[in-house]
């Protein structure tokens, strides 16, 4: 079987099943006839752009972002996920911070570093809070303000 053939596969199986472990991805594909070791399957996550999100009852369970890591997110979409993930928007400086659920900042600050937000340098995101970093020619109020309106905040 070839990587794109395996790597088909995994997102087949996350989107069917609920995988919180590497391991539990590595038995379900042996369960189907793949062999496949932990580190392998370790790069094809990160090859598909997978993340761990929280879901309820608190685990973590792997998914694949709706686009690929290399494709931008188009407007529309990053809409979508500010309007669904951001509970707060604040600013300071050339700093955004945005806040969100615990276990979905990571969700957000991907989508707005595919976008390619105009002001934005890039961002970093922790558990429930990301920093977006803006760029000089910008303030950070004024991304803040952007990001509040496609928040719908």
Do not use: C, F
């Amino acid at each position: 079987m070839s990587k794109h053939q395996r790597q088909h596969r995994i997102t087949h199986l996350l989107s069917e099943q609920v995988v919180a472990s590497q391991e539990q991805l590595v038995e379900l594909l042996a369960s189907e006839g793949i062999v496949s070791t932990q580190a392998t399957v370790s790069r094809d996550l990160d090859d598909l752009g997978a993340v761990k999100v929280r879901v309820q009852g608190g685990s973590s369970v792997y998914a694949i972002p709706e686009h690929p890591a290399d494709r931008n997110v188009p407007a529309d979409q990053l809409r979508r996920v500010l309007g669904e993930w951001v509970v707060d928007v604040a600013s300071s400086g050339n700093l955004v911070v945005l806040r969100t659920p615990p276990g979905s900042a990571h969700v957000v600050a991907s989508a707005l570093d595919r976008t390619g937000l105009e002001g934005s340098i890039g961002t970093v995101a922790g558990d429930d809070t990301l920093m977006v970093v803006v760029a000089e020619d910008t303030t950070g109020t004024d991304l803040a303000d952007r990001l509040r309106g496609l928040a719908g905040l």
